[in-house]
């Protein structure tokens, strides 16, 4: 018979806390896989519902660009002067879009709290950018608009080096378009990216307002223009009488160029190719905020008779705690 030897009872203790601490292991190992593909699933979640609501946003901003080309083509059929008293020209402040396009018949429905957009809301407007001076006309190289736009960036307090800056650049960029090996920079196609030209964002910043980037030369519609614009586009009008005219207009808008001239109480041979009384480029602005995302969309649109073409859209993307769309003056903003 074999004596067996006792085993002491530290070694057994040891043994038993071997055995628990890999136990113990084993389940933090296995909890944290748990919770990484829990992670992940909630993680495709968050990823799948963000692309459901861009993709929602999107549709709906591409209705409201819609919407507002008909309101601008009704416009047009009315005929007549583009002024800031018809209907276009009232900007829709932020409704929650289930009312909003449920209404009918001056009845609203009961908002259905399933739906998944029942907390999106919807604004927007359209701004005349024919009541800014266009940049595009400075390849003219007329004298009259040089003056105009000296006059502007004078009354601005703008240094005239950064008008020359801009005017030396647009025309490097216009001789260099046919010639695709020229280091010249692009033609900018948008007032922000006179950034391509080198000028400072904040002389773009105090240009915004007053100043667009249209693809064709345009004149300054005097129905909607501010009292900057207009004073700078009439030679020898004084500041006083440009803010009567802004004043007057609001009672009874111009419809004819030389109806204008004689409110202004400028003479009737007073240069008038860079004046008009109606507009042909829009921009639509529009703002869907879908619970805690912001989406903003702006597009340029032309209007040529009866037919409203979009020529360019750009759309912004943040959360509810970004800054929306840059405002723009009451003066010029109008319904989406």
Same mark, same amino acid.
């Given at each position: 018979m074999i004596a067996t030897r006792p085993v002491h009872p530290a070694a057994r203790r040891t043994s038993r806390g071997a055995a628990l601490l890999t136990a113990m292991l084993t389940v933090t190992l296995v909890a944290t896989?748990?919770?990484?593909? *829990?992670? #992940? %699933?909630?993680? *495709?979640?968050?990823?799948?519902?963000?692309?459901?609501?861009?993709a929602q946003a999107?549709?709906?901003? *591409?209705?409201?660009?819609?919407?507002?080309?008909?309101?601008?083509?009704?416009?047009?059929?009315?005929?007549?002067?583009?002024? =800031?008293?018809?209907?276009?020209?009232?900007? =829709? %402040?932020?409704?929650?879009?289930?009312?909003? =396009?449920?209404?009918?018949?001056?009845v609203s429905q009961v908002d259905d709290a399933s739906t998944e957009t029942s907390n999106a809301f919807l604004s927007g407007e359209i701004i005349d950018l024919q009541s800014r001076m266009n940049l595009r006309n400075l390849l003219q190289r007329n004298e009259t608009v040089e003056l105009a736009f000296s006059r502007l960036f004078e009354r601005l307090g703008l240094p005239a080096s950064s008008l020359q800056q801009i005017v030396v650049g647009l025309r490097m960029a216009q001789a260099a378009g046919a010639n695709p090996d020229s280091t010249a920079p692009l033609m900018p196609r948008t007032l922000a990216q006179l950034g391509w030209l080198g000028v400072a964002p904040e002389i773009i910043a105090r240009l915004e307002p007053h100043v667009t980037m249209l693809p064709t030369p345009t004149p300054v519609n005097l129905n909607t223009a501010s009292a900057e614009v207009i004073w700078a586009s009439v030679k020898d009008l004084?500041?006083?009488?440009?803010? %009567?005219?802004? #004043?007057?207009?609001?009672?009874?808008?111009?419809?004819?160029?030389?109806?204008?001239? #004689?409110? *202004?109480?400028?003479?009737?041979?007073t240069k008038q190719d860079l004046l008009a009384f109606s507009s042909s480029f829009f921009e639509i602005r529009g703002r869907l905020r879908l619970g805690e995302t912001v989406v903003s969309e702006r597009s340029l649109v032309h209007r040529n008779g009866m037919n409203v073409v979009t020529l360019w859209r750009e759309r912004g993307h943040w959360t509810s705690q970004n800054l929306p769309l840059p405002e723009s003056s009451p003066a010029r903003t109008s319904r989406l």
């Open positions: 896989f748990a919770a990484t593909a *829990l992670w #992940q %699933q909630w993680r *495709l979640v968050e990823v799948e519902t963000a692309e459901r609501a861009r999107a549709w709906i901003l *591409l209705g409201a660009l819609d919407w507002s080309r008909v309101v601008l083509r009704e416009d047009a059929r009315s005929g007549g002067p583009d002024h =800031l008293a018809e209907p276009w020209a009232v900007p =829709l %402040q932020e409704a929650k879009l289930s009312s909003f =396009l449920a209404a009918e018949g001056n004084d500041w006083a009488r440009a803010n %009567q005219f802004i #004043q007057a207009r609001e009672a009874s808008p111009v419809r004819t160029v030389a109806d204008a001239l #004689q409110r *202004l109480g400028m003479p009737s041979d």
